[in-house]
């Protein structure tokens, strides 16, 4: 199994930064391996979106809308995923989840982080 625990959510104002963490916690058997990793959010009154993925090799993907704005990157020794979110907007209030692919169990997700972005 793979337990993932977020971090780093809270309250900004617009133009502030924030950094998201990811830890994941590794229980299995045998060979596993940690696949591509992912930050995905949901705001109020809307599904779940891809913020930002991220490979094993370090092969990155951002949605349009934070493009410039925020870094996605991970620490494969201690499987820890981050995100650095900078010039933050009231449009970027949402709940962050973490998400992960593993080989052989499947993906995970993490309870999520409240981002909330006012002033």
């Known amino acids: 199994q793979v337990q993932l625990v977020e971090s780093g959510g809270g309250l900004v104002q617009p133009g502030g930064s924030l950094r998201l963490s990811c830890a994941a916690s590794?229980?299995?058997?045998?060979?596993?391996?940690?696949?591509?990793m992912g930050w995905y959010r949901r705001a109020p009154g809307k599904q779940r979106d891809l913020v930002a993925i991220?490979?094993?090799?370090?092969?990155?993907n951002y949605a349009e809308s934070v493009r410039g704005r925020f870094t996605i990157s991970r620490d494969n020794t201690k499987n820890i995923l981050y995100l650095q979110m900078n010039s933050l907007k009231p449009e970027d209030t949402a709940v962050y989840y973490c998400?992960?692919?593993?080989?052989?169990?499947?993906?995970?997700w993490g309870q999520g982080t409240q981002v909330t972005v006012s002033s």
């Open positions: 991220i490979t094993s090799a370090g092969t990155t």
């Open positions: 590794v229980s299995a058997l045998g060979i596993f391996r940690i696949n591509t």
């Open positions: 998400n992960v692919v593993t080989s052989p169990l499947g993906s995970f």
